[in-house]
């Protein structure tokens, strides 16, 4: 079934007229409410900068003729939790009959500075002591984020008129990578580098700014996506609502191109192991920070603003309004991630630490609960389900957008890039699930968070599975030259 649905795919892929639609809606609540992305309970005291979510549709037309078809989200939200997720196709249905909503698409800027979407224990990590009093329940703002998904949705899909498309590729530095090694072998995440046994940053980090952009018949620009592998997180441990530095990126890149009502999509490329904290130089960059007269919020705005902006010309060069557009849905079973034997001893010793604390506060009962389930992840083992992901590959001319559900490792996504057969490949982590992190062999042998079991649904050996079948999904889309007109 799957070989023929590549064959159908490739042998039906021709270039089309575009049909492009996009809106943008706010998702911020009129309440507080608690914030995802921290093992604390913190509930939002302000809005500092509202959440968003922005929506692109892409229908082909050719002769009168449907050809492909997809609606593109992009969220202010730590996650998208495969429960949200379900609960959107459902209420959104009905109201696109001629829709299919499998070809939804639904991304997270991963900042952690949103609200909880979810207590279910399965999918989420954290469990919070939200007040019941005075405070937005997850359940209702998860009824407010559907409605608010679902008119961005229509919006732009019933908006969607002949235009084209253009991409560009530019550059800014906004991640680094977040764990160090030292002398001895092992890493940690955010650890101090002035220190005599640093030796190295565990990988390197990708400054490349990779955007498409999206115009009318007139050739004026509706929307950009704007794809980088970094996790919105400058100001990841406050107790307000703000979409970071997205939030930023947006304001300025309106303001410059003097476009208020621009739809603006923030996507978050393979990105499990960076952050926009600096690991060096940070003396440096405070300083040039404080010249210019800005936060880091806004200095990270500005680098991603002025490297699009700085490709609008080049865009607007290349306008295609006829291109290939094909869209695979694909279901994969990944192996889970095994527990190794140090792993699961280091699990029961956690677990009779954390069962004798007489009051144990947050952290502490969700580290229960995590050690917990690592000795039976460990000893159930033959038993365990494949971890099941939904994956997307789109062609849109010349590119390739990829989607995963995890906090995906730098690696990982530069493997997919490297490998693709198309001429510039985006590539979406959390979307359309939420899978934790997927770390390389090097991270889990070096320990630390992020590298650790507790955190980690699948290993490499399920990583490299996702890598292989993602490519071999974009080579279907890119068949050999003179297949594709």
Not at 114 to 128: D, G, K, R
Not at 148 to 161: D, E, F, I, T
Not at 186 to 212: C, I, P, W
Not at 346 to 371: C, G, W
């Amino acid at each position: 079934m799957r070989l023929l649905l590549f064959l159908l795919v490739t042998n039906s892929l021709y270039a089309a007229e575009l049909r492009i639609g996009s809106a943008t809606v706010s998702i911020t609540p009129d309440k507080p409410v608690a914030l995802a992305g921290q093992f604390g309970t913190r509930i939002s005291q302000s809005v500092e900068a509202p959440v968003i979510a922005a929506a692109v549709a892409i229908e082909s037309v050719e002769g009168g003729k449907v050809g492909d078809q997809s609606i593109l989200i992009s969220c202010d939200l730590v996650a998208i939790h495969h429960s949200v997720l379900a609960q959107f196709r459902q209420h959104l249905k009905p109201l696109l009959p001629d829709f299919d909503v499998r070809k939804v698409i639904v991304s997270a800027t991963h900042t952690h500075t949103a609200p909880v979407t979810s207590e279910i224990q399965e999918e989420t990590l954290i469990t919070y002591s939200i007040p019941k009093e005075g405070v937005m329940q997850p359940t209702e703002y998860t009824a407010f984020l559907v409605e608010r998904l679902s008119q961005a949705a229509v919006q732009a899909w019933k908006g969607r008129k002949p235009g084209g498309l253009s991409w560009t590729l530019g550059f800014a530095q906004i991640g680094e990578n977040r764990r160090s090694v030292f002398a001895d072998g092992h890493a940690q995440m955010y650890a101090k580098t002035n220190d005599a046994r640093f030796r190295h940053l565990e990988a390197g980090s990708d400054s490349g700014v990779e955007t498409l952009f999206f115009w009318n018949a007139e050739k004026q620009l509706q929307a950009v996506a704007i794809n980088i592998a970094c996790p919105s997180q400058e100001v990841e441990s406050r107790s307000a609502l703000n979409a970071d530095f997205w939030h930023d990126a947006r304001k300025q890149l309106k303001a410059r191109l003097n476009m208020p009502d621009l739809t603006v999509l923030g996507w978050c490329s393979a990105a499990g192991d960076q952050s926009p904290h600096p690991q060096y130089r940070k003396d440096a960059e405070a300083r040039m920070i404080a010249l210019r007269g800005l936060t880091r919020q806004q200095e990270l705005g500005r680098r991603i603003s002025h490297a699009v902006y700085d490709t609008v010309d080049a865009a607007k060069a290349d306008i295609r309004t006829d291109a290939p557009f094909g869209h695979i849905v694909e279901d994969l079973a990944l192996p889970p991630r095994k527990i190794l034997e140090r792993e699961y001893a280091d699990a029961k010793k956690n677990i009779a630490q954390y069962s004798v604390v007489e009051k144990p506060d947050n952290r502490v009962i969700t580290m229960l609960k995590l050690e917990q389930g690592i000795v039976k992840r460990f000893e159930e083992a033959d038993k365990l389900p494949p971890y099941d992901m939904e994956l997307h590959v789109l062609r849109l001319g010349d590119i390739a957008i990829t989607t995963n559900t995890f906090e995906l490792y730098l690696d990982w996504g530069i493997q997919m890039k490297a490998r693709s057969p198309a001429q510039q490949t985006f590539v979406l982590q959390l979307t359309n699930g939420c899978g934790m992190y997927l770390p390389t062999a090097l991270a889990i042998e070096g320990g630390s968070y992020s590298g650790l079991p507790h955190v980690n649904k699948v290993g490499p050996e399920g990583g490299q599975i996702l890598v292989d079948q993602t490519v071999r999904a974009m080579q279907a889309l890119f068949p050999a030259p003179g297949v594709v007109k």
